[in-house]
């Protein structure tokens, strides 16, 4: 299995960005689709963004499309979370998955590596 470690979370203003990052070391981390969820207090996991292998196809929850952008570096091992625009409702631990079984997803189980999460908290 691929290690996956999230950085660049944080406290930000209402409308503020953040670029989360998430290194990956181990397994050949470019064949694996890569993808970002989140999880507020009593809330379930719910999918953010998710990258293909290449980099070619991205999928974006519509709750953040058009402010959260997901990319990667196959030369550095890492993907990244473009978060601009940070509303109120997007405070959560921000959470990093690797898969090798999908092209791209919005469901948590395809995904069978995991990051310990980061913080993302928005003050008003």
């Known amino acids: 299995q691929v290690q996956l470690v999230e950085s660049g979370g944080g406290l930000v203003q209402a409308g503020g960005s953040l670029r989360l990052s998430c290194a990956a070391s181990g397994r050949t981390f470019s064949r694996y689709a890569m993808g970002w969820f989140r999880q507020a207090p009593g809330r379930e996991r719910e999918f953010v963004a998710s990258i293909s292998w290449s980099g070619g196809i991205t999928d974006v929850a519509d709750s953040v499309k058009g402010r959260f952008t997901i990319s990667r570096s196959i030369a550095k091992n890492t993907v990244y979370l473009q978060m601009n625009s940070l509303k109120p409702g997007d405070p959560a631990v921000y959470y990093c998955?690797?898969?090798?079984?999908?092209?791209?997803?919005?469901?948590?189980?395809?995904?069978?590596?995991w990051g310990q999460g980061t913080q993302v908290t928005v003050s008003s």
């Open positions: 998955a690797a898969s090798t079984v999908v092209t791209t997803s919005r469901v948590p189980a395809d995904f069978g590596s």
